[in-house]
C-alpha cells in the first residue's frame, strides 16, 4: 500500500485527477493513481497511461472515477486525524496508538468525515466509520516511524495546511448542517 502525498490536476486535453504517492518503506519510489471520467475509451486511455508509467518505473495505476474519489476521502481522513495531533504531541505518528486520548479523538474526526464525505454524494462502504477508522489505523501503523507534514510544519515554524483538512471538514459541514466539533477543536 502507498501514502499518497501530492494531489494535482492535468490540463487539457489529459485532464483528470492524479495522485502521486511513494510507497511507505521505499520513498524513493514514486506511484502515480490517476482517474478520469468518462466512457469505457477514457478507461482504455488511463490503462494505456498506467502502462506507460509501469514501464517508465512511475508504478501507475488507472482507477475509476468514484476509486479515485473514495481514495481521496480516505486520505483526507487519515490526514485530519494524524497531522493536527502528530504537530500539537510533537511526535512520530506511531505514538498516537500509546496517546490516551487518541481513541476518542479518532472516532470523532472519522465519524464528522464520514458524515460531510456522505453528505457530500460519497456513497461506499469503504467511507463508512468502521472503514475509515481501519484505514487509518492502517496509515499509522505503516507510517509508525514517520513524521507527518503538520508536524514538521510546525517544528519548522512554517504555515500548516490544517485549514485545509479539518478546516475544509468543519466549512463543508457547517455548510451542509453537519455539525463538526472534533475537526474544529
Known sequence: MSVVLVVGSLPLPLYGKFLF???RYQYSIPHIVYARKGESSSMHFTSEMSTLWQQSGLHGKALSSHDMDILLWQKLAA???INPLTA???CPNGQL????SFPEYLVGVTEEVAAVAKACGAIDNRLEETSLLQFVGEVIRDTANNRSSMNQDVSSMRETEIDHLNGFIMRKGRQLGIE???NEE
Open 21 to 23: 504517492t511513494f510507497d
Open 79 to 81: 490526514n485530519c486525524v
Open 88 to 90: 500539537i504531541l510533537r
Open 97 to 100: 496508538l500509546m496517546e490516551p
Open 180 to 182: 463538526c466539533p472534533v
